[in-house]
């Protein structure tokens, strides 16, 4: 999705984003007014990708999952500024801001497909290097579902690796809690 399509489902994928992140481990207390905020950067970014999977009849599809990225330097400074701390140069970085994909459409390949979309377009537009984050949460926390198993084992076949020291600080209201608190955020990369 681009220009007027991105647009026009920009209220879903919203929708979509708090849906899918209120779940283990994000635990995110979405804001539609902060998502709708949020994903208008990929609206606003000539060389953003927003990919979505849909569902249903010609003419009454809906939105099931979603991935999006851009060029770091067109993304939020929050996150470009652990790259700089570690010596990284942005302009090299084509950042995949998210994969989210209700839970029943999971297991069909979308998320491969959300991946290889996305790094073929970092390569068409020259980027070296493709990175992501994911939050760090204790094996331990009480929130865990029992059975929870982590994507890690996903993105290593998919050839990302966590970067020592790469790790951002993002604030959200996770569900339960009256006011916003810090999350540490592992940034995973590959070289493409």
């Known amino acids: 999705m681009t220009g007027a399509a991105l647009t026009a489902a920009l209220d879903s994928l919203a929708e979509l984003r708090i849906a899918v992140f209120r779940a283990f481990p994000y ?3 979405g804001d539609h007014g902060y998502e709708r905020d949020y994903l208008t950067a990929y ?6 990708l927003v990919v979505g999977a849909f569902a249903g009849a010609a003419g ?8 999006t990225a851009a060029p770091m330097a067109d993304h939020a400074a929050e996150f470009a500024a652990p790259f700089r701390a570690c010596g990284i140069d942005v302009a090299d ?3 995949f801001g998210e994969s989210v994909l209700l839970p029943e459409w999971r297991g069909h390949g979308i998320g491969h497909a959300f991946f290889d979309r996305r790094e073929a377009r970092a390569r068409e537009l020259g980027f070296p290097l493709a990175s992501f984050c994911a939050v760090i949460r204790p094996a331990d926390h009480p929130a865990r579902p029992a059975g929870y198993s982590p994507l890690d084992p996903f993105w290593r076949k998919r050839g990302f690796a966590q970067v020592d020291g790469l790790v951002g600080h993002f604030a959200w209201k996770d569900i339960g809690h009256a006011t ?3 999350h540490a955020m592992q940034f995973w990369t590959k070289r493409l």
């Open 27 to 29: 635990l995110y207390d």
């Open 43 to 48: 609206a606003q970014s000539p060389d953003a």
């Open 60 to 67: 009454q599809e809906r939105l099931v999952g979603a991935a």
């Open 93 to 95: 970085v084509y950042y």
């Open 180 to 182: 916003q608190t810090d």
